[in-house]
């Protein structure tokens, strides 16, 4: 038996079990369990939508051709769950050469076809809408550094095989100074053989930024679509993009960004009505927020239409070569990686553009929990922020400093960045907030206390703990940005996005992402300086060694606690 093949059927929750043999080298063995790891391995997968496992025990050996591909590995964007265990040693250190390189199942993506077929995701209504027949060309930019090498071609080849033709001009490769070898020669040699790709290896390391920026300016066609290099473009991801620029060339669109699971590569599409919208929080760090309500209104609740996004991700999205050269392209003060989504997302609507989000056009994407790049031996991403912060926050940029506490990094001059913003006339960021961002938690508007909440009983100060850990406090540590609190005016007692919240039924004192409106998230500071969950009626209470639970309210010096009334400066 050389591999084991299993097929979960959702609505049965029964185990089908067949004999596929894929080629001469391959055979996937099926054999029907209820055995403990198998089990494990099944519930895995019903995180994703689709349900097909494969567990592969002898795979091909040369991971950068494509002769030996399954007709069904991963297919229609299926899962497949992939043990190494099944592997023998020399493949095991491979399959964690490509985990250790990548950060995503290299392996197991060398293993699926790079034309390999998805489902079509896209809702109901986005299926029949008429585009404009005249559509602008697009000139596609992937920008990448010792990318996977099928991860980087299957997302050149979805683009080659979702678009229609006459609105691609080209694919534009963009390697930011690889150092694997396949990536240069080999490279070369495969793209000669693909029609509109070209690629363009840079003399030294860019970073993303400026490898954007110089993709852009090779670029011919009047519209730039960038993306990352381990994407899949899904069935008619393209034409929403063209349509919103043709009909205003001020109007960046980002498609939805479904996920390609990074150990699986299965792909899970978000639905129309399921979409987030890009955000941030003040350490200035991209975050995904839900569609509020005045834009459900807004779109007379059509769950397809395009939806006013304040943020973009960032690694995926269609712009005019015109606006993006007017907007000032991105600060080429930035180094390596981040701030450049935020920095264009900031000046496309301070500045007079939109952002819009599609439901319509959908892009698989490989998340990853960290780049795996090597990190600088400074902080690049801090000193990309500070540049942001300095020339978009105005007074705002406090609240970010106030987060990274108040140590500032050598950040470069920013005076022509500053100049930009001048000549195009661009709003204030109070504006921004306010207009499109309204949702965001502003802690001198909405915040009543703030800082440190220490114990009057001992010298203890109440510590975030996300996750499953109860909250609790320790030694008083200051700018210790887990022990800064801001209490809103609407109850929530929160650190950065994140809400303390007690719950009667589990009696539990926990930290979770902030919800307005939910009673158990919602806090009192009293004059008796007790922290009074509104709810229950309780008090907070310090016991020994830190503890904290809730108790009913009566005076005594552990249940009174030290913070700053007011809003925060
Ligand atoms: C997100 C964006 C990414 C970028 C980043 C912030 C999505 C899906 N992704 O992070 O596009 O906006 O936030 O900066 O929205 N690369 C280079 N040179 C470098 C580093 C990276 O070419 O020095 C390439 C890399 O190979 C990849 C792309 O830039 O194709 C983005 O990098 P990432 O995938 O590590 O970023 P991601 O998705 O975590
Ligand atoms: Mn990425």
């Known amino acids: 038996v050389i591999g084991r093949y299993i097929k979960l059927d959702n609505e049965t929750e029964s185990i089908n079990v067949e004999l596929n043999q894929v080629d001469d080298n391959h055979i996937f063995s099926t054999m029907n369990t209820d055995d403990e790891d198998q089990s494990q391995l099944l519930s895995n997968t019903m995180t994703a939508s689709l349900s097909n496992t494969v567990i592969v025990r002898q795979p091909h050996q040369d991971t950068h051709s494509n002769q030996y591909i399954s007709n069904s590995l991963g297919e229609k964007g299926q899962p497949v769950i992939f043990d190494p265990n099944y592997l023998n040693p020399e493949e095991r250190q491979k399959y964690l050469n490509q985990w250790n390189s990548n950060n995503f199942n290299g392996y197991l993506s060398d293993m699926i076809s790079l034309h390999r077929t998805l489902p079509d995701v896209r809702d109901e209504e986005c299926k ?33 095989d979702r678009s229609p033709p006459r609105y691609l001009r080209e694919i534009i490769l963009i390697d930011d100074f690889s150092t694997k070898d396949f990536l240069k020669q080999s490279l070369d040699d495969y793209v000669a053989t693909l029609p509109k790709v070209k690629v363009f290896h840079a003399p030294r390391r860019l970073g ?24 899949e473009c899904a069935q008619g991801w393209l034409e929403p993009a063209l349509e919103l620029i043709k009909r205003d060339d001020t109007t960046v669109a980002q498609p939805v960004i479904d996920v390609i699971n990074a150990s699986t590569l299965g792909y899970t599409a978000f639905q129309a009505n399921n979409i987030q919208l890009g955000g941030f929080n003040w350490e200035l760090i991209f975050d995904w927020h839900p569609i509020p309500e005045r834009e459900h209104r807004r779109r007379n609740y059509q769950n397809h239409l395009p939806v006013k996004s304040p943020t973009m991700a960032g690694g995926l999205f269609a712009i005019s070569k015109r606006y993006f050269n007017y907007l000032g392209a991105y600060d080429e003060g930035f180094d390596v990686w981040g701030a450049e989504n935020l920095e264009l997302s900031f ?8 952002l819009y989000t599609m439901p319509c056009s959908h892009v698989g994407h490989i998340f990853r929990t960290f780049p795996p790049y090597k990190i600088k031996p400074y902080d690049y991403f801090k000193r990309n922020n500070v540049r942001l912060a300095e020339v978009w926050l105005d007074e705002y940029k406090n609240y970010y400093y106030n987060s990274i506490n108040f140590h500032l990094p050598e950040f470069g001059d920013v005076t022509s960045r500053k100049k930009l913003r001048e000549n195009l006339h661009c709003k204030s960021f109070d504006w921004y907030l306010n207009n499109i961002f309204p949702e965001l938690f502003v802690p001198n508007r909405d915040g009543i206390a703030y800082g440190q909440i220490e114990s009057r009983a001992v010298p203890l100060c ?12 320790q030694m008083c540590v200051k700018y210790d940005k887990s022990q800064y609190w801001i209490l809103s005016y609407y109850g929530q007692m929160r650190n950065g996005n994140n809400c303390l919240r007690y719950s009667l039924e589990s009696r539990a004192l926990t930290l979770i992402a902030c919800l307005t409106e939910n009673v158990n998230q919602h806090w009192e500071y009293t004059k008796q300086s007790q922290i009074r969950h509104t709810h229950s009626g309780t008090c907070l209470q310090l016991l020994e060694a830190g503890l904290l639970m809730m108790e009913k309210c009566k005076r005594v010096k552990t249940q009174q606690w030290k913070m700053a009334r007011g809003a925060p400066p």
């Open 347 to 354: 000046k496309i609507w301070m500045c007079g553009g939109t």
């Open 208 to 231: 993303l930024i400026l490898a954007r920026i110089w993709g852009a300016k090779i670029a011919s066609a009047p519209v730039l679509f960038f993306l990352d290099s381990h994407c």
């Open 128 to 160: 029949h809408l008429n585009y404009s027949k005249d559509l602008p060309e697009t000139s596609v930019i992937i920008c990448f550094t010792d990318e996977s090498w099928s991860a980087l071609l299957r997302t050149v080849h979805s683009v080659l």
């Open 462 to 473: 109440i510590h975030a703990n996300t996750g499953a850990t109860p909250t609790r406090a």
